[in-house]
């Protein structure tokens, strides 16, 4: 089951422009001048032109597909695809809390093998089994898993 993430912006290409102008190397002319030079001291951009190719060098570094860049007249949208192997995140890329990163890999495993236990699941994490308990108690909260059957030959459903 592949999912996406649109993001979405009302704004336009400058005159000529096409998708393919936008994703090649181009002079970097900001929609909002005044906003994008409050960002700028802010420190949230580097430098001008770079957000399409930073954008596209993360996805590539995660594994991802590149994303697709959508123009429907004064709309810009991007379409992210979500990954297809769990094994390709790397936490510490996506700056999440130790805490975080574990549901995360749990849920990787989960994914890979829905019957594996605590056990398992802490000798492939190097962590704890205590560790994975407390992360698998804070999955069922939220909603995120689900343990069918018993402890023995029961296995965990993953919803998303």
């Known amino acids: 089951m592949l999912k996406s993430l649109y ?6 290409l ?3 422009w096409t998708v393919e102008t936008l994703l090649s190397t181009h002079v970097s002319k900001p929609y909002n001048p005044d906003i994008a030079k409050v960002f700028y001291r802010a420190g949230y951009i ?3 032109g770079r957000g399409i190719q930073k954008i596209r060098d993360a996805c590539k570094n995660l594994g991802a597909d590149e994303p697709e860049y959508i123009v429907h007249g004064e709309d810009i949208m991007v379409k992210f695809s979500a990954l297809q192997s769990a094994k390709v995140l790397d936490t510490k890329a996506l700056n999440v809390t130790k805490d975080v990163a574990i549901e995360i890999k749990i849920l990787a495993l989960l994914k890979e093998n829905a019957s594996i236990t605590t056990t398992e699941m802490a000798r492939k994490l190097s962590v704890n089994r205590r560790t ?3 992360s698998l108690d804070v999955l069922k909260s939220k909603g995120t898993i689900e343990r069918k059957g018993g402890k023995r030959y029961g296995y965990w459903e993953v919803y998303e």
Request: glycine share 6%; aromatic share 14%; charged share 15%.
């Open 132 to 134: 994975i308990q407390r």
């Open 14 to 16: 400058p005159f000529g």
């Open 7 to 12: 993001i979405s912006n009302c704004s336009m």
């Open 46 to 48: 580097e430098s001008w």
